[in-house]
């Protein structure tokens, strides 16, 4: 792999490694297919030299550079270089399968669907189809399943209804195409299994979980696109006749407020799909002699009158039915597509080689050990924005990054910042220590914080954290001003471009960036 990206980053040919090569591969393979791909190839990767990873990634992050601010896309681009000239992995083969899996489930839910339509209005020419059990059959159902849904989709998990989804696990067309998924793959090539995998449940367990939600609503989309195929090849082939009877006691007005109502979501646009007051009183049906069919009272015209139940019929499942399963669906791929996006820079291996791609190349081997720095004395010359800042804080040098308090009090003084005192935080002391001095500095000082850091050091997730946490467990909306020192030289473009972002990925409007002296 190293190899190849090496020969590519070399080549002068742009349709191969450049942009417009990337493009035309990434029409023909799916976000799904470079998840599988990338897990494998971050896995393989694990045992390469550090210090070649780093170089080949820093490498390739310089040619990534328009897609700094989008991660997955850098991701993605950096796995076609590395990929390039080797054989396919398991992606493209999980994403066939996948697809596969997707006709299967909407073929089954066309068939499963016409079969129930054609049972549930099944008419051989004797006793007329009761209506209500049509609706019963045919929309209820799928009312109910939908609100188990919308409880289940909750970003709240509810334990009653948590329990219910395990519960009725057997019944989820999505459940068990995943089952069925799992006996096409290897046990050693997770391919399409490895959404739901325990190795990595932590961070694929919510594509899995939209996964199968989609292949559900994929499912309970084309069952309702198959009840109205069957209904309307029965409506046009036969002639149906509908009545209602039902054992309770309800009077015909009861019962037609009962169908306006459930009629709303149409009745302003499809007035005919509504059942009138002469329709419900002519269709209503008793066993005994008596009522709207009894004796001789059963005319061409009454037959014709019965035949006009059917546009509600095919409303309440299209209204009931086919458009929330739409709507459902169309969700179910999109939280899909968001979580697949997310596993893919969550992976193990994927938030260090973003570090690698976007850090500048720190090298480790050191000919010294590293020593604390001396603020050179040409900085002590240099004005930066005198005045921009008011404020009266304290400051964290962050892992030894100041060697002399009174030139950098200086330093910070012209920028219009008052330092309190110095406090040591980073490097050898715990997270927890670091996060309790943040809290209680930020306490004390009324006006702000700021924290010295070295700007040639990659930031770190210690970093982050620590910034992350200062600003969740602190109320107060102060700023916190992060300050750049750089070594003889001054701050180069490069880190103070990694630092900003780094910060600007943290989405804190009172969370600045300073640079200490010059800028290389």
């Keep these: 792999g190293t190899s190849a990206a090496l020969r590519c980053d070399r080549s002068a040919s742009a349709n191969r490694c450049g942009n417009s090569g990337y493009n035309k591969s990434m029409s023909h393979f799916s976000l799904l297919s470079d998840l599988i791909d990338l897990d494998g190839v971050l896995e393989k990767d694990s045992t390469t030299d550090l210090d070649s990873r780093r170089q080949r990634d820093r490498r390739i992050g310089r040619r990534l550079?328009?897609?700094?601010?989008?991660?997955?896309?850098?991701?993605?681009?950096?796995?076609?270089?590395?990929?390039?000239?080797?054989?396919?992995?398991?992606?493209?083969?999980?994403?066939?399968?996948?697809?596969?899996?997707?006709?299967?489930?909407?073929?089954?839910?066309?068939?499963?669907?016409?079969?129930?339509?054609?049972?549930?209005?099944?008419?051989?020419?004797?006793?007329?189809?009761?209506?209500?059990?049509?609706?019963?059959?045919?929309?209820?159902?799928?009312?109910?399943?939908?609100?188990?849904?919308?409880?289940?989709?909750?970003?709240?998990?509810?334990?009653?209804?948590?329990?219910?989804?395990?519960?009725?696990?057997?019944?989820?067309?999505?459940?068990?195409?995943?089952?069925?998924?799992?006996?096409?793959?290897?046990?050693?090539?997770?391919?399409?299994?490895?959404?739901?995998?325990?190795?990595n449940a932590a961070v694929l367990r919510p594509a899995a979980r939209w996964l199968f939600s989609f292949w559900s609503?994929?499912?309970?989309?084309?069952?309702?696109?198959?009840?109205?195929?069957?209904?309307?090849?029965?409506?046009?082939?036969?002639?149906?006749?509908?009545?209602?009877?039902?054992t309770l006691t309800i009077s015909d007005a009861a019962f037609q407020q009962l169908l306006t109502v459930v009629s709303a979501p149409w009745s302003a646009f499809l007035p005919e799909a509504v059942p009138g007051a002469e329709l419900v009183s002519n269709s209503r049906y008793y066993r005994l002699d008596e009522g709207s069919l009894a004796g001789a009272g059963a005319t061409p015209q009454l037959a014709s009158e019965l035949g006009k139940w059917w546009p509600f019929l095919i409303a309440a499942v299209t209204g009931y039915g086919l458009l929330p399963r739409l709507v459902t669906l169309a969700f179910s791929w999109y939280r899909f597509r968001h979580h697949l996006g997310r596993a893919l820079c969550n992976l193990p291996g994927a938030p260090e080689l973003l570090a690698r791609m976007n850090s500048p190349l720190v090298s480790t081997l050191a000919a010294e050990p590293e020593q604390a720095l001396t603020i050179p004395a040409k900085h002590s010359t240099v004005k930066p924005k005198a005045g921009q800042y008011a404020l009266q804080c304290a400051v964290i040098d962050w892992a030894g990054a100041c060697a002399d308090e009174a030139a950098m009090t200086g330093l910070l003084a012209a920028m219009g910042i008052r330092v309190t005192a110095f406090y040591p935080a980073g490097g050898r002391q715990s997270t927890d220590a670091d996060a309790a001095l943040g809290r209680s500095l930020f306490r004390q000082s009324r006006e702000g914080l700021g924290i010295l850091v070295r700007a040639w050091e990659p930031p770190t997730l210690e970093v982050t954290d620590f910034l992350s946490a200062i600003r969740r467990q602190c109320g107060d909306r102060k700023p916190v001003i992060v300050l750049l020192m750089g070594d003889a030289d001054g701050v180069t473009a490069s880190d103070r471009d990694t630092w900003q972002l780094m910060l600007s990925q943290l989405r804190d409007p009172d969370l600045h960036l300073e640079v200490i002296g010059e800028t290389a």
């Design 65 to 199: 550079q328009h897609d700094r601010n989008q991660p997955v896309a850098q991701i993605r681009a950096w796995l076609h270089k590395i990929t390039v000239g080797e054989a396919p992995g398991n992606g493209p083969q999980g994403a066939r399968l996948y697809h596969v899996l997707c006709v299967v489930l909407l073929v089954a839910g066309l068939v499963t669907g016409w079969g129930l339509a054609s049972a549930a209005l099944y008419y051989d020419g004797q006793q007329p189809i009761n209506v209500v059990n049509a609706v019963l059959v045919l929309v209820l159902p799928q009312v109910l399943l939908l609100l188990v849904w919308l409880l289940t989709a909750l970003p709240v998990r509810l334990p009653l209804f948590s329990q219910l989804g395990a519960a009725l696990g057997f019944l989820n067309p999505g459940r068990l195409t995943g089952q069925l998924a799992s006996l096409f793959v290897k046990r050693d090539d997770r391919g399409l299994a490895l959404l739901w995998h325990p190795d």
């Design 217 to 246: 609503q994929l499912f309970a989309f084309s069952f309702n696109i198959g009840i109205l195929m069957g209904a309307f090849f029965l409506v046009s082939s036969s002639d149906l006749a509908f009545v209602w009877s039902t």
